[in-house]
């Protein structure tokens, strides 16, 4: 498996705490740079400027992505361009919060 495959599956063990789905499913990772292993950035946005949870999601974006063998530093950046939407979301995560495009 690749570093990114282990890095996405790791990222969809890390869930949005108010709404109870992964943020890899919910569409809130728009980037994972590679480039440069065994540095990796991580580029995601928040379901809210004002997620009162953002902390915590941000630890726990870097904690996901340094568990992958062969990552040893992290970068984690927060955008809000583009804002959270349903189309980023996976089906799955669409079906669960009934979000039809």
Known sequence: ?????????????VYD????????????I???NIDSLPHVTVT????????PAAD???QDIKDATILVEGVDEVDVITTFDP????WNMSDEAKMILGVLE
């Not at 705490?17 to 809130?28: A, K, M, Q, R, V």
């Not at 995601?44 to 997620?51: I, Q, W």
């Not at 804002?83 to 349903?86: I, L, Q, R």
């Open 1 to 13: 498996m690749e570093t990114k495959d282990k890095i996405i599956e790791n990222l969809k063990e």
């Open 17 to 28: 705490p108010e709404i109870s789905i992964n943020i890899f499913d919910l569409g809130l």
């Open 30 to 32: 728009y980037d994972i």
């Open 44 to 51: 995601h946005t928040l379901t809210s400027a004002f997620c």
């Open 56 to 58: 915590f999601i941000i």
């Open 83 to 86: 804002p959270f939407g349903p």
